[in-house]
């Protein structure tokens, strides 16, 4: 039997290769990442599915959830910022959780701030949070780490060594300036290649097996 979330996500369309390409590209782009990551060791970031991928979803002053379509008429509060109709169709309903750099809000029609929902779960039509799966969460995990985003800040990160762990980074990869003019490129594209791998393999167990 399924579990409640397998079961609302099977009513939605698989995302296809090209969303999850063009989600992976995303998300390695969604943040500065360089700042925000280590770079040794790799850390976790989690590919779902979400009925409301590209929606707000907030809570109003009467004490209720609400979803909301981001529409041209809403503010442009982030650089990545999509309406629902534009996320959906690039994205279809693809989602992401990490630790880091995701907490992005903005006040709703009415004023009342966005809901920080326990993570990662999704939203019932019924108004329920509905937890992803264990197993799935293992399945959509890639590990990543600072050399994600397209710019190297070298000088941040002698800066911030001891935080970023560029010297277990350096034992692996080279001294920094070599690694950025030669290898940071290729561990950038690996690290898509996780995420993509990552989506797939969510969408494998959830839909059962490969579109």
């Not at 290769?17 to 790799?42: Q, R």
């Not at 850390?43 to 590209?54: I, L, R």
Request: without cysteine.
């Amino acid at each position: 039997m399924a579990s409640p979330y397998v079961e609302i996500v099977r009513r939605l369309p698989r995302p296809s290769a090209n969303h999850i390409a063009a989600f992976a590209e995303f998300v390695a782009g969604a943040h500065s990442w360089y700042k925000h990551l280590p770079l040794h060791p790799d850390v976790p970031f989690v590919f779902f599915v979400d009925p409301n991928a590209g929606r707000q979803v907030v809570h109003t002053r009467a004490g209720e959830t609400a979803v909301l379509e981001v529409t041209d008429d809403d503010p442009r509060f982030h650089y990545t910022w999509k309406t629902t109709k534009v996320q959906l169709e690039q994205f279809g309903h693809l989602a992401y959780d990490a630790n880091y750099g995701t907490s992005i809000s903005r006040p709703s029609a009415d004023g009342a701030p966005q809901v920080a929902r326990p993570r990662p779960q999704v939203l019932s039509e019924e108004g329920d949070w509905i937890r992803v799966d264990g197993e799935l969460l293992v399945a959509g995990t890639a590990l990543l780490n600072a050399a994600v985003y397209e710019r190297a800040d070298p000088m941040l990160w002698e800066r911030n060594a001891q935080y970023n762990g560029l010297r277990e980074f350096e034992k692996a990869h080279g001294p920094l300036e070599q690694f950025i003019e030669h290898g940071h490129e290729a561990l950038r594209e690996e690290l898509l290649a996780r995420m993509r791998a990552a989506m797939e393999r969510f969408m494998d167990a959830v839909y059962g097996g490969p579109a």
